[in-house]
């Protein structure tokens, strides 16, 4: 029964939420059966059909919500590498939820924890402890189900934030079901988009949030094992570019972990990353400020083969 609960309520984000004494790293499988459901559910592409509406409400949903890990849950929420409004913070956290990778503060604790320990025993993620576990046993497990709150005291003040954590589910609830409906109006009054209800439900939302997840999880298990090292960091991550594109500029992980809290990943202009340019554009508007970038010296130290510019 808690199990189930579980799938709509977290309960409340607490110091005292997490058990750091938690060591059961088996899967929990009653509480992990919306996401297995939702893998199953791309499989009923083969009903839907295709239709080039469907498939680009998937890819704009994608890249939005990319960046909204990206930018926000990873170089926002976990390393404060610039600042912003309360409500840019909500909406972005909000955009940021409906990927379904859980609330900004269970997000951010473990990937500050990860910074922390990275590689290291005490790392959630480290392929050290396998492959699959690095991409998702980790959070298929009990022992982590309940994020270690005490490393995200910042974000505690926030009570939509606390709210978005506790009951994690309700924005990709919104999504889907607004993706549904959108596909119904559009079938009624605009036919010639050939799409319906269900069509959209399943381009826009399962295989859509499936693919990012899976894109965002391979920067966990991938980017700690294939790519380059141009830094000593004292720990297995990788500079990958084919993983800098698909996560819009998260595959420069060496860079993220020499120097974490640069709002830039890629540290040269070669280096494409693509949620920094996205981010510049947002500081012009005015609705970012006090980017924090990587100082020159910074850049040029602890290299690994200084002379190659890897
Ligand atoms: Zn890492
Ligand atoms: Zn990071």
């Known amino acids: 029964m808690k199990s189930i609960r579980q799938w709509f309520d977290n309960g409340e984000a607490s110091f005292s939420?997490?058990?750091?004494?938690?060591?059961?790293?088996?899967?929990?499988?009653?509480?992990?059966?919306p996401f297995l459901l939702m893998h199953l559910a791309c499989l009923t592409v083969i009903f839907v059909g295709f239709s080039m509406t469907a498939l680009l409400t998937a890819i704009v949903l994608y890249l939005i919500r990319m960046f909204a890990i990206t930018a926000f849950y990873h170089r926002y929420f976990s390393h404060k590498s610039f600042k912003t409004s309360r409500t840019v913070q909500f909406v972005f956290a909000s955009i940021g939820a409906s990927a379904t990778q859980r609330g900004p503060l269970w997000w951010a604790a473990h990937h500050r924890q990860h910074h922390r320990h990275a590689d290291q025993p005490a790392d959630p993620h480290s392929p050290k402890q396998g492959f699959l576990w690095s991409h998702m046993g980790w959070f298929l497990s009990t022992k982590h189900y309940q994020a270690d709150y005490r490393l995200v005291p910042d974000w505690q003040r926030f009570k939509e934030l606390r709210w978005l954590d506790r009951y994690?589910?309700?924005?990709?609830l919104l999504?889907?079901?607004s993706l549904f409906i959108s596909g119904v109006m559009l079938e009624k009054y605009a036919p010639g988009l050939e799409t319906n209800g269900w069509q959209m439900l399943v381009w826009g939302y399962f295989i859509s949030t499936v693919v990012l997840l899976h894109a965002t999880l391979m920067i966990n298990s991938m980017a700690h094992r294939i790519g380059k090292k141009r830094y000593q960091t004292g720990d297995e991550s990788r500079n990958n570019f084919v993983l800098a594109l698909i996560t819009l500029g998260e595959g420069w992980?060496?860079?993220?972990?020499?120097y974490p809290v640069s709002v830039r990943q890629g540290f040269y202009w070669w280096e494409i990353d693509?949620?920094?340019?996205?981010?510049?554009?947002?500081?012009?508007l005015g609705l970012i400020w006090d980017l924090r970038s990587?100082?020159?010296?910074?850049r040029e130290s602890?290299?690994?083969?200084?002379?190659a510019g890897l």
């Not at 992980?253 to 020499?258: G, S």
């Not at 602890?302 to 002379?307: C, G, R, S």
């Open 168 to 172: 994690d589910l309700m924005v990709p």
């Open 175 to 177: 999504l889907a079901v």
């Open 294 to 298: 990587v100082p020159l010296q910074k």
């Open 274 to 284: 693509i949620s920094y340019y996205v981010l510049k554009m947002m500081q012009k």
């Open 302 to 307: 602890n290299k690994v083969l200084p002379e």
């Open 17 to 33: 939420a997490a058990d750091p004494d938690n060591a059961d790293t088996g899967v929990d499988w009653v509480r992990v059966i």
């Open 253 to 258: 992980h060496n860079n993220h972990h020499h």
